[in-house]
């Protein structure tokens, strides 16, 4: 009796191990093929979002205008442009044409305006060569089942080519016609003249590859569409990518089968007390409580288990906080305000092509004659010193509700999304935290740190550039070019903070500011009319303080009126005086200078009024 009993136990725990283990290789190949499906399908959404990006923010580069002028050559040439056969293929048929309409679409082809988009087209596919396969240019057609290509790519390259006596492919020339009959996506993105990307992949059978296609129309700067941009994109890579997935699920798979086993058979030795035990911690470790261990102590592979998931435990807390302290450390090279701009959470959320635009006011700082301050420093001093002027600067800008987007060796540029005041009055703090910091060197009889500050408010766009291995974060816009030159003009001008005019008109008072005229800086035809703050503190005792300039103010800027209407000798006799009365004042040198100059050489024909600033 007792041996049929432990027979009885031993082919009861074998049905159970060997119902478990053919349940688990059935979830594990089910699992395995889902999560497949389901990686393929993201993969696939993702490389449309992406290329809808990309075809989209790739029809803004196209000239609008030569594209219109090449669309309306062609509707006058053949209002018809062409007819489709129906084979998906160009169905453009040399020998059914004239040679007087070739020789049309060849001397378009030769002419100007083709070259332009052609170049257009091949930079676009250059950006990212091993997914970009065609680009190409169509306007519709009278048939809708018919595309007109205005341009592609590949044409002149093509021609040479076959001039050459080599052997190419069909040639997509200007006004040849394209069946689209069985391209739905592409009837809907001329017809509606709106952007639209394929749903699925489709088979090539020319290169035996999976790609789809997106589509953008052009428009010119009233809005209006003009053609629509077409990309062919391979998906090769997103194959690869899935080779792998299929490999790692396989490996996954078979691992999971030999731990699923091994799980079979220990449940069919023990469904015990301590088993739910270990579950109920499993499931608390599941919802991220890493602190929790368990707690269930036995001799038998119930015991084993246990330590070994506490040993998991451990290793996957140290893994959270070391993933946590690099977030932390992220966060010092990103500033959050910028992922909070772009909409993210942390950096792992961030991809290549994210952008936002938004008005923001700049500013730029940098020290003047910062390789004498460092000379004899070596690495470590210079580096010292370097750190230890910027540590007083970063508070300075936080605290008024901006961020540090950069360092710039010894400068900063500093981004302030609220208000403008925002950023003059940081430019303020940092003018009295150099004060301490230059009291200190003084007294140590070291040369105190002189700076320039450049304020500006206007569009920006704060985005990712790089690729796919290295990526960085930038804020690009002729708002931050000018606002670097604004600071380089302190140097000329002798200041220390410069605001230009947009920031002023936006803060609603000039009250506080002293007008310097307009000025032309390197990289701009037009001028920009600047103010200095004059509520700036002094960063140094050798530093003229900047409110002195307020008694002198009124003359100083109808000395400059003056100058802008070219009467040299009442601007020079105001100038002169201003001189007399403030020699240090290195603005009214500035502009006696320039004086000087122009009385003895004359003024240029026609007088524009801008005091030109020959470098940064």
């Not at 041996?3 to 082919?11: A, H």
């Not at 453009?92 to 170049?119: H, M, Q, V």
């Not at 690869?240 to 449940?267: E, M």
């Not at 992922?339 to 936002?356: A, C, M, N, P, Y």
Request: proline share 3%.
């Amino acid at each position: 009796m007792e041996e049929i009993k432990v027979k009885f136990l031993s082919s009861l725990r074998l049905k159970i191990t060997a119902a478990f283990l053919m349940l688990s290789i059935a979830l594990s190949v089910t699992l395995a093929f889902v999560s497949y499906r389901i990686l393929e399908r993201e993969f696939t959404i993702e490389v449309r979002d992406r290329l809808l990006q990309v075809v989209t923010l790739s029809a803004k580069t196209i000239d609008a205008t030569t594209a219109a002028r090449l669309a309306d050559r062609l509707r006058a040439q053949n209002p018809n442009a062409g007819s489709a056969t129906g084979d998906g293929k160009d169905t453009t048929d040399p020998s059914a044409g004239t040679n007087a309409a070739f020789a049309y679409a060849d001397s378009i082809e030769k002419g100007a305006d083709y070259k332009r988009l052609s170049e257009e087209l091949n930079f676009i596919r250059d950006t990212k060569p091993e997914l970009i396969r065609y680009a190409y240019i169509w306007i519709p057609s009278i048939n809708e089942a018919e595309a007109v290509f205005l341009a592609d790519a590949d044409v002149l390259k093509l021609k040479e080519a076959a001039g050459r006596g080599e052997e190419v492919e069909e040639i997509s020339h200007f006004g040849s016609t394209y069946d689209i009959s069985t391209m739905p996506t592409a009837i809907t993105a001329l017809r509606e003249m709106k952007a639209a990307v394929d749903d699925e992949f489709y088979f090539d059978e020319a290169y035996q590859i999976y790609s789809f296609t997106g589509y953008a129309p052009i428009r010119d700067v009233s809005g209006r569409p003009v053609a629509v941009l077409g990309l062919d994109v391979s998906s090769e890579n997103m194959q690869v990518a899935l080779r792998q997935v299929t490999r790692s699920s396989i490996l996954v798979g078979i691992f999971a089968i030999v731990i699923t086993s091994a799980i079979s058979i220990w449940l069919g030795r023990l469904f015990t007390g301590p088993v739910l035990a270990l579950n109920r911690i499993v499931l608390q470790f599941g919802q991220k409580d890493f602190s929790v261990r368990s707690h269930v102590q036995s001799a038998d592979e119930i015991g084993v288990l246990s330590a070994n998931f506490n040993n998991m435990a451990d290793t996957i807390l140290e893994y959270d906080r070391r993933m946590s302290r690099l977030l932390e450390s992220f966060r010092r090279f990103v500033p959050f305000e910028f992922l909070h701009r772009l909409g993210k959470e942390d950096i792992t959320e961030v991809f290549l092509g994210e952008q936002s635009g938004a008005e923001m006011t700049i500013l730029f700082s940098d020290i003047r004659k910062f390789t004498t301050l460092s000379e004899g420093l070596g690495p470590d001093g210079t580096f010292r010193f370097i750190n230890g002027y910027l540590e007083r600067i970063g508070p300075a800008v936080r605290e008024h509700q901006g961020f540090i987007d950069k360092y710039i060796g010894d400068g900063i540029m500093a981004l302030f999304p609220a208000r403008p005041e925002d950023a003059l009055e940081a430019a303020f703090e940092i003018c009295r935290r150099l004060r301490d910091f230059n009291d200190r060197r003084e007294e140590a009889g070291e040369y105190p740190v002189r700076i320039g500050i450049g304020i500006h408010t206007g569009q920006i766009m704060l985005g990712t550039i790089g690729e796919n291995q290295r990526m960085d974060t930038t804020v690009i816009g002729d708002t931050v070019n000018l606002s670097s030159r604004i600071e380089g003009l302190t140097k000329a001008f002798g200041v220390t903070v410069l605001v230009s005019e947009d920031t002023v008109d936006r803060m609603g008072t000039r009250d506080r500011f002293r007008h310097m005229g307009r000025v032309r800086v390197v990289g701009r035809e037009e001028g920009v009319d600047v103010y200095e703050a004059l509520d700036a503190p002094a960063t140094s005792t050798l530093e003229t303080d900047p409110k002195v300039r307020w008694v002198n103010r009124e003359a100083f800027e109808m000395g400059v009126q003056h100058f802008a209407a070219g009467r040299m000798d009442d601007a020079y006799r105001v100038f002169k005086k201003l001189y007399h009365d403030e020699p240090t004042d290195r603005a009214v040198i500035a502009y006696l200078k320039r004086i000087i100059y122009y009385r003895k050489k004359g003024l240029p024909v026609p007088w524009d009024g801008i005091f030109r600033v020959a470098s940064k």
